[in-house]
């Protein structure tokens, strides 16, 4: 008999252990288990030494066990109820996001979506200079219109608590609305809160301009260095590949993050041929002081393209096919042309770093980057010069922003995709409605410096080869913007820009080009342009 009733004891008081700590409310103490555990124990002790006491009454036994199978009937009803809590399917609305999750948290899966309709136009008075007038028009007219820059929808969640997924598709893009691309296709583990093992298709969390949201950056486009850098580096989106990110928050401390990523080739790209690039790239970021006015952050970036692939030189080797290339439009998608360009540079490696900082202090913010980078030219080739050194570029930006309505920028330490480290977007403390409130207005102003010349020469005369002379050009563009937040979900943005160009060409304009120039001219072929844009953004 005492056998069967430590057997039925412990059978109660296991699942009384494992059950009420789950069940308990925040604030309630569990000692029910303990009380019976020595009310059992000592009546069992009493009836083996064969002494009741005075409170034992015949039957005593046959009143224990039925206690303990009370117990047991309780717990495990308990436990019935937690399994069933558990295997519950819940929707919910995280800010209008529509998120299906299992009542244990283990499995989520949450739709997501961002669409950003731009417009806008140029302004461009006829040059003073010959080179740019034709007709008393400019060589470059540029284009106005409208588009959508981005069409994302897509699903991500997580599984078995320790993996976390996201897949997106985009249906828009530079200049024209695309039939649909895979924009981010990855999976997680996370073994710790600190570690996460990113694979797949995705974007990595690199610099601090690239690293932000494009829901949450203050302009419309990022910043021309960061543009021409990441696309060669292996750092924009889409990219196959493998990151580790170990990341560190501390309540009364300094956040930081170390981030590297191996990527290759572009989904949807074969990775053969001119397309074969392997590349390293990481990032270290820290929240070095922060309270409820404060934010002060500081970063650096690294990065390497470890090998290109080219053509078979047995069979053509006339043109290098191993090559970089950095350009970018002038921070404005609506026209497809790049005023400034490197053009293709025979190259087997190239290494760039970088610096980051920025600061929040109440509704102002102010954050810059500045990059330098290095190709090693590919001197093998047939055709290839063998004597012009390695070129160098560098590139900047400044940029601040005042939330006019007295809401702040959000510092972003994590998120659920690649978007960490960074200033996020505010959020309306009044969100717009026809009551009369208006959301969040921001102010915004940047300067950024794009510089692609290397070893260039004096205006008129053509490149010198030896020198490896490369006119890519200067661009430095001033911009301004007021974004109007009318809710976590919706923002309005107006921009405008101004572009001024220094490039000389590296071409000589003949009669075809321009009558009025003899054919040993090599002008300067640079310009200034005003723009002036507008974006709708809706995003979930």
Known sequence: MRLKLTILACTALTAAALVSPALAKKGDTVTMTREQYEAIMNRLDRLEKGNPGPAAAPGTNAALEQRVQDLEISQGSKINALQTRADAVQWSFDNSRPVISTGDGRFSMAIRGRFHFDAGTYSQSPSDDVPFAVGGENVRDLGSGSYFRRAHIGIEGKFFRDFDYEFRYNFGGSQDEAAGAIHTMRVAYNPTPEIRINVGAMQPTFTLDNSTSSNDIMFLERSSVTNALVEEFGGSDSRKGIELTYLKQAPDGIDYMFNVAYTTSRIGTRQTGADDRDHVLGRFAARVFKNTDWDVHIGANAASVLSLG???RTSNGLLPQRSLRFRDRPELRVAGERLVDSANIPAESAFMWGLEAGFRWKSLTVQ???????????????????????????GYYVQASYILTGENRLYNTQSSGNSRMNFGAPRPASPFSSGGTWGAFELAARYSVLDLDFNTGLEGFAPIANNGEIRGGNQAVSSVALNWYLNRNMRVMFQYQHIDIDRLSSSALTA????????????????????FAIRTQFAF
Request: with cysteine; glycine share 8%.
């Open 368 to 394: 810059g980057e500045y990059f330098a980078w290095e190709v090693d030219r590919d001197r093998s080739c047939a055709g290839c010069n063998t004597v012009a050194p390695d070129p160098d570029f560098e």
């Open 310 to 312: 080219g053509i078979d």
């Open 512 to 531: 075809v080009t321009n009558p009025a120039l003899p054919s040993s001219a090599y002008p300067n072929i640079g310009q200034e342009i005003d723009s």
